[in-house]
């Protein structure tokens, strides 16, 4: 074989070793794997990834795992945390500092107060951008789906009348 077949043998395998950062990772035993979040370029470049463990219930906490990486500028990055949609944060601080150069592992406790889904939102600020992370937490079963809307029923007057439901 050439040196260069050779050579693009090897890049050929190094690509397909490569992992996609959108994807889910590989979980440990028995732990649900860690989600990356996407990150638009002109945001803070901190690299968020969360992992919800377990499964939310009503009134009982719920951990949520964040790995934040890509920590560069020296005087650090801020993180702030926020919950909305029927959500409580536990003892944990709403507002963290990270140091430059090694990841931070956080883990938060959330209590759900209701049926439905909340989130968890993780601001990250370095360098003066910001950048949101919105986790959803799915509490109880997912609302059925919706009937299609498409039925036309008609009024007593002879009216055709769509209905929908009121969210």
Known sequence: MSSFALLTLA?????????????PEKAAAGRAA?????????????????????????????????TLGGVTDPAGASLRLQTEGGLTLGAAA????????SPTTLTIAVTPTADGIGYVHVFTTQYGATSATSIP?????????????NELKQSPSGEKIRSMQVK
């Open 137 to 149: 937490i799915q509490v109880g079963k997912t609302s059925p789906a919706q009937s299609s809307g």
């Open 94 to 101: 709403s507002t963290v500092t990270l140091p430059a150069g």
């Open 11 to 23: 890049l050929s395998s190094f690509a397909s070793a490569s992992s996609d950062t959108s994807k």
């Open 34 to 66: 860690m989600t990356t979040a996407p990150m638009k370029a002109n945001g803070s470049g901190v690299v968020v990834q969360f992992r919800v463990d377990g499964t939310p219930q009503v009134g009982a906490a719920t951990s949520v795992v964040l």
